[in-house]
């Protein structure tokens, strides 16, 4: 049996319901694997248990089947695969790649979110300690496939990033790239937000011979206060009896063309019908959308 040339994924984080903004990217996800006959993962990326609300994976699963989609396989839960993490985390640590951290926040208040290296040589012991990559000074650059060229000095602009947290919670920029290898992901269509994590990922890529997958960012779908619609703002979670007319929105808000008065039923009518309609060149290049545009 010949593997998909497309494996894409969806990977919602359980710290709250779906919302219309989760509702864009994962329909944009979906629609790129479908059209081209490819296979479409779902993953819950449930890393940090302190910040995981009650009942959502079982929510987040609920809201996809009710909006007519079908994910390839089992779910992959992340809290499933810590043994995985750690033996990554050893070896980078043995190989002299990552160091231990015990910078405070405190500390690091006026580095603008850029590690200056405090710790790079300190030689800390890893009990009570958070563990950093080490970075090159280097740019690494790619071609997003609606956003464009995106580059990124990760000494100048990033810094050492944190791979494990001080409370010994994995980070998600080593999970995100061990799972999609893992996984065989070619394809990762996902929220603008995510664009300024995906050279630390590409770093982390080469440094594991692992190869690059395709990058396609969605705009990000704003409130009218600017913020993005998410869980911290208390977005609304989507209402399953809904499904049809937000699946018509998120489609406009994705540039796609719908014939005037069509009819689609079920939403998997639609869904389906989309994919065979998906132009992922029709996607607005743009990092945000006001969510008011789209109503």
């Known amino acids: 049996m010949n593997t998909p040339a497309y494996i894409g994924r969806f990977a919602p984080t359980p710290s709250g319901y779906l919302h219309f903004g989760s509702l864009v990217a994962a329909l944009a996800s979906y629609l790129d694997a479908r ?24 929510a987040i699963l609920k809201a996809l089947e009710s909006y007519g989609f079908e994910w390839d396989g089992e779910l992959v839960r992340q809290s499933e695969r810590h043994s995985e993490y750690a033996a990554l985390v050893d070896r980078l640590l043995s190989q002299g790649l990552a160091y231990a951290c015990i910078c405070s926040r405190k500390q690091l208040e006026g580095s603008h979110g850029i590690y200056p290296g405090t710790c790079r040589n300190a030689g800390h012991g890893f009990t009570d300690a958070a563990i950093r990559l080490r970075v090159p000074e280097l740019t690494y650059h790619f071609i997003d496939r609606v956003q464009g060229d995106y ?52 770093y982390l890529q080469e440094l594991l011979g692992f190869s690059q997958p395709r990058y396609l960012h969605v705009p990000l779908i704003t409130q009218p206060d600017g913020h993005k619609l998410g869980k911290s703002y208390r977005s609304p979670p989507l209402p399953a009896d809904q499904a049809t007319p937000l699946l018509i929105r998120a489609l406009r808000a994705l540039g796609q063309t719908l014939p005037d008065g069509a009819n689609y039923g079920h939403p998997a009518e639609l869904l389906r019908w989309a994919s065979q309609h998906w132009d992922a060149t029709r996607i607005p290049r743009r990092l945000t959308m006001a969510e008011a545009q789209l109503r």
């Open 151 to 202: 580059r990124q000095h990760l000494g100048r602009e990033v810094g050492d990033f944190v791979i494990r947290r001080r409370d010994g919670l994995f980070a998600y920029q080593l999970a995100v790239v061990l799972d999609d290898a893992w996984q065989g992901v070619t394809d990762i269509v996902r929220g603008a937000d995510l664009l300024d994590s995906t050279p630390r990922q590409l």
């Open 35 to 58: 059209a081209v006959n490819g296979r479409w993962l779902l993953r819950m990326e449930d890393l940090d248990p302190p910040r995981e609300v009650a009942g959502a994976q079982a």
